[in-house]
């Protein structure tokens, strides 16, 4: 067993409920990050783009600038703050199952804020004992 | 300067914009977990109790059980994921600024939620060089 993961014969026996990946995008477009519209826009294209079926959606802005928003999914959540003034922008994708894919949804949030840089981490959530959640590889 | 706090004089300088807490709750009461109202009335409750503004909220329940929920709060937001049948809860609580302390939720979810063990992580969100962030200590 690796990481909660554990092969048994052609099958991937899943020991996480959720995965969780936790990025800060750096030096984004800065215009696009104090924009309401986009950034909604955004964030549930994200979602969809990585094949997620969005429930319910709320963002806001905040005063001088700065938007806070939430896309929940079927499979758990996307969430985002930005701070326009610095290029900054925290982004948090949450999912469980193996439907979706949440770097599908890094990859294209990547693009549309024109980050320069970014930095991720991937983390496991419920790490349960549940023989039964398995999953069939292609190996 | 430990973990990007570095201390100037009588100043306290930060160097993250937020602080983002991740925890497992694991033995819950089942039926609680299961309970759209209740959950986010605790939700709620939790945001309030550490006294952070409460914006918004998005709650959902799931077929045939689990229920997901956001509390956007002005200093970031609160989110939860709830599989009842095994008595488990992915909580996140991400704060900004220095009025809220996430933990506070914390303590008031584990509570109610009637925790048996958890697991938990905090980490800081957006590292900046923020030289003019300046906090003023008691010491």
Same mark, same amino acid.
């Given at each position: 067993m690796i990481n909660g993961i554990k092969f048994v014969g052609g099958e991937l026996e899943l020991k996480n409920?959720?995965?969780?990946?936790?990025?800060?995008?750096?030096?984004?477009?800065?215009?696009?990050?104090?924009?309401?519209?986009?950034? =909604?826009?955004?964030?549930?294209?994200?979602?969809?783009?990585?094949?997620?079926t969005v429930v319910d959606e709320v963002f806001h802005k905040f005063n001088p600038h700065g938007i806070s928003g939430v896309v929940v999914i079927q499979e758990s959540h996307l969430t985002i703050h930005t701070w326009p003034e610095y290029g900054y922008a925290a982004v948090d994708v949450f999912?469980?199952?193996?439907?979706?894919?949440?770097?599908?949804?890094?990859?294209?949030?990547?693009? =549309?804020?024109e980050a320069e840089s970014n930095t991720t981490m991937e983390l496991k959530r419920g790490l349960l004992d549940l023989p039964n959640l398995k999953v069939k590889t292609t190996a």
């Open positions: 409920l959720g995965r969780h990946i936790l990025v800060e995008f750096y030096g984004c477009n800065k215009s696009k990050l104090d924009d309401l519209k986009f950034v =909604e826009r955004t964030m549930v294209g994200a979602a969809e783009y990585s094949k997620a999912t469980c199952g193996h439907t979706v894919d949440p770097w599908d949804a890094f990859f294209y949030l990547n693009r =549309e804020f």
